[in-house]
């Protein structure tokens, strides 16, 4: 048997007093019923009113009745209420412990919730004096939601289930990533979205460019064998600073950086080369790859780069940013981690940040698909770097 919902009885109904009596055939044949039906519900409205249609398990109950069965239930939750005050006050007088004893032993007679709001007690409070006499297993997810909440937040909400996954098990826990993903779900964490990012390349200049020697080769087997670099901005309150890095794809290390107020090569490129050859000794022959950016190509950063006989530079190939796509992607995940979606800052706040997030974050804690899960400093151990 076909079934109806209550809204769609009760505007029937209503239809039929509105259109007459002798329409009540036709009515009933353009809603798809039988007149039977439709007269059929018409007396159960006009018997019990807002009580009709209450479905399987639900009384009927005329609308008299039905203020008579809210005072009964108002009743009997008063009863309860004054039964839980009467026996649970003095244990709440008695501390924690005994608040807890006392839910316990009374939870098959009153829902905890109840004996919880009556008796002005916190669910974090109890469940918190609960866990110590929790079973193994449910002590152990216990810890595990708190873990995964803890990592989620440490790694600023940008790991999903399978980082969480690899995190944890370095920590020490046997979980799989199907488990994660089911706690991360219940606890309700998802993992920032990554947007789409303004691009800073001024390609449009006469200065010499060289060819795309890199030739999207991101995977090398050996440090300073191939660097690349870009640049972005970021925004504060007081107008742009531009980020310049200098990645080495072995590792993915960002081993040069800075952060300037201007866009020249000075300002720039020149001195994130500076700190990059400082921390990473070239000692072989390295490709530098770059877009076709003015602070790339001209004749300052060409000699600086010519002057080690063993560098060979690359460019990306005109409007294709997949040629330098590593660096894309390395920005791309900066702005998610570290700018989308929080205030501005003054330009002080915003170098720390920077400063914070590359040397103690990026390049230690956070873990990289590349490097099959693996933090920087435990792929360089692994390499003896």
């Not at 798809?32 to 519900?41: A, C, E, F, R, S």
């Not at 479905?55 to 009863?79: M, Q």
């Amino acid at each position: 048997m076909k079934k109806y919902e209550r809204n769609f009885k009760e505007n029937a109904v209503k239809l039929s007093y509105k259109r007459g009596n002798r329409q009540t055939a036709s009515l009933a044949r353009e809603l798809g019923i039988t007149p039977d039906t439709l007269y059929k519900w018409r007396q159960d409205f006009e018997k019990f009113g807002t009580g009709s249609f209450c479905g399987r398990g639900h009384p009927k109950l005329t609308p008299e009745k039905a203020i008579i069965t809210d005072l009964e239930k108002k009743i009997k939750n008063s009863k309860i209420t004054l039964e839980i005050l009467s026996k649970g006050t003095k244990y709440v007088s008695q501390g924690k412990i005994m608040t807890k004893n006392f839910i316990e032993e009374n939870k098959y007679k009153f829902s905890i919730a109840k004996m919880l709001t009556v008796l002005n007690v916190s669910e974090t409070t109890y469940y918190r004096t609960k866990k110590q006499e929790l079973t193994d297993s449910e002590a152990r997810i216990i810890l595990l939601k708190q873990e995964i909440m803890n990592i989620y937040y440490e790694f600023k909400r940008t790991y999903g289930c399978f980082k969480i996954t690899k995190e944890l098990q370095s920590r020490g826990f046997k979980i799989r990533n199907s488990s994660v993903k089911k706690y991360m779900r219940m606890l309700g964490l998802r993992r920032k979205v990554k947007r789409k990012f303004k691009l800073t390349t001024d390609s449009h200049h006469n200065l010499y460019v060289v060819p795309n020697v890199l030739n999207r080769e991101f995977t090398v087997s050996e440090p300073a064998k191939a660097w690349v670099s870009d640049i972005t901005y970021i925004q504060t309150k007081k107008g742009f600073l531009y980020l310049t890095v200098v990645m080495d794809l072995f590792d993915r290390k960002i081993i040069g950086w800075i952060l300037s107020t201007k866009m020249s090569t000075k300002a720039t490129i020149l001195p994130a080369w500076k700190m990059a050859v400082k921390n990473r000794k070239i000692t072989k022959d390295l490709i530098f790859h770059s877009d076709r950016g003015v602070q790339y190509a001209n004749k300052i950063f060409a000699s600086t780069l010519d002057s080690y006989k063993c560098v060979i530079r690359s460019m990306s190939r005109r409007q294709n940013h997949n040629d330098n796509a590593v660096c894309e992607s390395f920005f791309s995940s900066f702005k998610r981690e570290l700018i989308n979606g929080n205030k501005l800052l003054t330009r002080k706040q915003m170098r720390a940040d920077v400063y914070e997030y590359i040397e103690n974050w990026y390049n230690k804690k956070r873990r990289h698909s590349f490097l099959d899960h693996k933090t920087i400093e435990e792929f360089d151990r692994l390499h003896l770097i």
